[in-house]
């Protein structure tokens, strides 16, 4: 019995040994899990024994290592990340900021961040709505939003941020995660770009109110001249409302003109893509007739392909109609004034001749002061009549095979008196070298050149030393004739009005209070009459030179502009 006893007793010791053996390690490994699930994953199992036990806490401690590892991971991207990350409780406040975070807001350390009013930091204007969001946040709500910040508060203008609720097992918010990334740049590229959309749309609708109120007839078309869009001013004067013209072409009002008016319209806009310039006659919904100035413009693409057409036209048939008017009375009126001034001047010749018996000095005088002044007024007469009959279209070129150093010579034997009487010198430059032959109009070539010369006696200084040059040089398919005096000059304020009808210069009617203004202004139309045109160079006080540029064969020339 003792034996038994014995052996019972150590079976017993055997028995809680070994059950000691297992249940520690597992008591063990439950206290661990605890201390784990509190956070704390620093905890050690360390169990050594061989069996399945300590194969269990060594997996377990190794798991726990690698979680701390991934904490530390975890750790380190939040601590490096450019975002501002900030942590809040499940009560809105404030527990944690990252080291972006910090630097964005200037904290310094870990414990300004209690004291840090990350309110304080956004601007007033979005203030209110982060606060709602972060309560919303509070109930379980994500969200997200741009966000402005104060210069004082942080280093970047603008952020876009999310806000994010934690919950736990039983969905309770556990903490809210607020992340934000640095927007300032792309914003400020979209607030200059909408402020660029906001300018360029009331430009749109400036230039639309314009173009809608303009008192001029405007249309736009597509390529093929199907129009797109017209404003009230074209309903106005063609009588169509729009939804009549879209759709329809131009023709719909026009068609009035000749083919080769079309066809050189549709060349110059459509094949040389440049803006066509020409008075048309069009007819109204109502059949009646009137006259437009036109443009119309080609709108090129990146590729210079057209993308539409642009036309604006004036309706000037009023203009036309008080121009004829106007010409008709000045023809009248330039009519009428031929006869008695050839009158006057027939009876001032027979006084000054002496056939009505002998004239003292003073009356020779008188006399001789009345035959320039109705000189004058003929030769004024003569150059209204001329411009009329110009501008009335009744001008037609002639082809004449003409010697360049004739028709020079022509001009000066005219006005040699006049020059000899102011003692200034006229020279023929082109006499020392080869003749220019060229075919034009001889009528028309010879009133310039006779305009230029005489003007350039006029309005040079009488006395010696003054001198007039005229010369003509060929270059290629052009002949330059030039005119070159050491008069007055032209001053530099009034260069651009010098071809204007009936313009005179201010040291001009000074110098020469007699005058018309219409010479220089006769001159260039003839000169475009020739297909060619007019230029000078001035000084003021030093001179002039003035030059036609011509074709040699201006026939040839007309024919291909057509």
């Given at each position: 019995?003792?034996?038994?006893?014995?052996?019972?007793?150590?079976?017993?010791?055997?028995?809680?040994?070994?059950?000691?053996s297992?249940?520690?390690?597992?008591?063990?490994?439950?206290?661990?899990?605890?201390i784990?699930a509190?956070?704390?994953?620093?905890?050690?199992?360390?169990?050594?024994?061989?069996?399945?036990?300590?194969?269990?806490s060594?997996?377990f401690?190794?798991?726990?290592?690698?979680?701390?590892?991934?904490?530390?991971r975890?750790?380190?991207?939040?601590?490096?990340?450019?975002?501002?990350i900030?942590?809040?409780?499940?009560?809105?406040?404030?527990?944690?900021?990252?080291?972006?975070?910090?630097?964005?807001?200037?904290?310094?350390?870990?414990?300004?961040?209690?004291?840090?009013?990350?309110?304080?930091?956004?601007?007033?204007?979005?203030r209110?709505?982060?606060?709602?969001?972060?309560?919303?946040?509070?109930?379980?709500?994500?969200?997200?939003?741009e966000?402005?910040?104060?210069?004082?508060?942080?280093?970047?203008?603008?952020?876009?941020?999310?806000?994010?609720?934690?919950?736990?097992?039983?969905g309770?918010?556990?903490?809210?995660?607020?992340?934000s990334?640095?927007?300032?740049?792309?914003?400020?590229?979209?607030?200059?770009?909408?402020?660029?959309?906001?300018?360029?749309?009331?430009?749109?609708l400036?230039?639309?109110?314009?173009?809608e109120?303009s008192?001029?007839?405007?249309?736009i078309t597509?390529?093929?001249g199907?129009?797109l869009?017209?404003?009230?001013?074209?309903?106005?004067?063609?009588?169509?409302?729009?939804m009549?013209?879209?759709?329809?072409?131009?023709?719909?009002?026009?068609?009035?003109?000749?083919?080769?008016?079309?066809?050189?319209m549709?060349r110059?806009?459509?094949?040389?893509?440049?803006?066509?310039?020409?008075?048309?006659?069009?007819?109204?919904?109502?059949?009646e007739?009137?006259?437009?100035?036109?443009?119309?413009?080609?709108?090129?693409?990146?590729?210079?392909?057209?993308k539409?057409?642009?036309?604006v036209e004036?309706?000037?048939t009023?203009?036309?109609?008080?121009?004829?008017?106007?010409?008709?009375f000045?023809s009248?009126?330039?009519?009428?004034?031929?006869?008695?001034?050839?009158?006057?001047k027939?009876?001032v010749?027979?006084?000054?001749?002496?056939?009505?018996?002998?004239?003292?000095?003073?009356?020779?005088?008188?006399?001789?002061?009345?035959?320039?002044?109705?000189?004058?007024?003929?030769?004024l007469?003569?150059?209204?009549?001329s411009?009329?009959?110009?501008?009335?279209?009744?001008?037609?070129v002639k082809k004449?095979e003409?010697?360049?150093?004739?028709?020079?010579?022509?001009?000066l034997?005219n006005?040699?008196?006049?020059?000899?009487?102011?003692?200034?010198?006229?020279?023929?430059?082109?006499?020392?070298k080869?003749?220019?032959?060229?075919?034009?109009?001889?009528?028309?070539?010879?009133?310039?050149?006779?305009?230029?010369?005489?003007?350039?006696?006029?309005?040079?200084?009488?006395?010696?030393?003054?001198?007039?040059?005229v010369d003509?040089i060929?270059?290629?398919?052009?002949?330059?004739?030039?005119?070159?005096?050491?008069?007055?000059?032209?001053?530099?304020?009034e260069k651009?009005?010098?071809?204007?009808?009936?313009?005179?210069a201010?040291?001009?009617?000074?110098?020469?209070?007699?005058?018309?203004?219409?010479?220089?202004?006769?001159?260039?139309?003839?000169?475009?009459?020739?297909?060619?045109s007019?230029s000078f160079?001035?000084q003021?006080?030093?001179?002039?030179?003035?030059y036609?540029?011509?074709?040699k064969?201006?026939?040839q020339?007309?024919?291909?502009?057509?």
């Amino acid at each position: 019995i003792l034996a038994t006893s014995v052996e019972f007793l150590a079976l017993l010791l055997v028995v809680f040994a070994a059950a000691r053996s297992i249940s520690d390690p597992i008591k063990k490994l439950k206290e661990g899990a605890g201390i784990i699930a509190a956070g704390d994953l620093n905890y050690h199992v360390g169990t050594t024994s061989k069996d399945e036990v300590g194969e269990l806490s060594r997996a377990f401690d190794k798991m726990l290592t690698q979680l701390r590892e991934s904490q530390f991971r975890y750790a380190e991207l939040i601590e490096t990340t450019p975002l501002c990350i900030k942590v809040f409780d499940s009560k809105g406040n404030l527990i944690f900021i990252n080291k972006g975070g910090r630097e964005e807001h200037f904290i310094k350390n870990d414990a300004d961040i209690s004291k840090w009013d990350w309110l304080g930091s956004i601007d007033k204007d979005y203030r209110v709505a982060v606060k709602e969001k972060i309560d919303k946040a509070v109930l379980g709500e994500s969200s997200s939003m741009e966000i402005r910040h104060t210069s004082e508060g942080s280093r970047r203008e603008w952020c876009a941020g999310t806000i994010t609720p934690v919950k736990d097992e039983t969905g309770a918010v556990k903490f809210i995660l607020f992340y934000s990334a640095d927007i300032s740049d792309l914003k400020n590229i979209q607030l200059n770009l909408e402020q660029k959309i906001r300018e360029r749309t009331e430009d749109l609708l400036k230039f639309e109110l314009a173009v809608e109120n303009s008192g001029n007839h405007i249309i736009i078309t597509d390529p093929e001249g199907v129009i797109l869009y017209a404003n009230q001013a074209a309903e106005k004067i063609t009588g169509y409302k729009k939804m009549e013209m879209i759709g329809k072409r131009p023709s719909l009002w026009g068609k009035q003109m000749s083919k080769e008016f079309y066809d050189d319209m549709w060349r110059t806009i459509k094949t040389e893509k440049k803006t066509f310039k020409g008075e048309v006659k069009n007819r109204r919904k109502n059949g009646e007739e009137y006259t437009a100035e036109a443009f119309i413009s080609p709108v090129l693409d990146e590729d210079k392909k057209i993308k539409f057409f642009v036309g604006v036209e004036w309706d000037i048939t009023e203009e036309r109609k008080m121009e004829q008017i106007r010409r008709d009375f000045l023809s009248l009126a330039s009519h009428q004034l031929r006869t008695p001034l050839s009158g006057t001047k027939w009876m001032v010749e027979t006084l000054q001749s002496g056939r009505l018996g002998p004239l003292n000095q003073k009356q020779k005088e008188y006399l001789d002061e009345l035959y320039g002044i109705n000189e004058r007024m003929i030769k004024l007469v003569f150059d209204m009549l001329s411009v009329l009959k110009f501008e009335s279209g009744v001008v037609d070129v002639k082809k004449q095979e003409l010697s360049s150093l004739a028709l020079i010579e022509a001009s000066l034997s005219n006005l040699l008196p006049a020059a000899q009487s102011r003692k200034i010198k006229i020279t023929n430059l082109l006499k020392n070298k080869e003749d220019i032959i060229i075919e034009t109009d001889q009528e028309a070539l010879k009133t310039i050149l006779d305009i230029l010369i005489s003007n350039a006696v006029d309005y040079s200084t009488v006395g010696s030393g003054q001198e007039v040059l005229v010369d003509a040089i060929e270059h290629g398919k052009m002949v330059t004739f030039s005119v070159q005096d050491s008069g007055i000059g032209v001053p530099e304020t009034e260069k651009d009005k010098l071809f204007n009808k009936f313009y005179r210069a201010v040291n001009a009617k000074n110098h020469k209070p007699g005058g018309s203004g219409l010479g220089l202004y006769y001159a260039s139309m003839l000169a475009e009459r020739l297909s060619g045109s007019m230029s000078f160079e001035s000084q003021e006080g030093k001179g002039s030179t003035f030059y036609l540029n011509i074709p040699k064969n201006v026939f040839q020339k007309v024919a291909n502009n057509k």
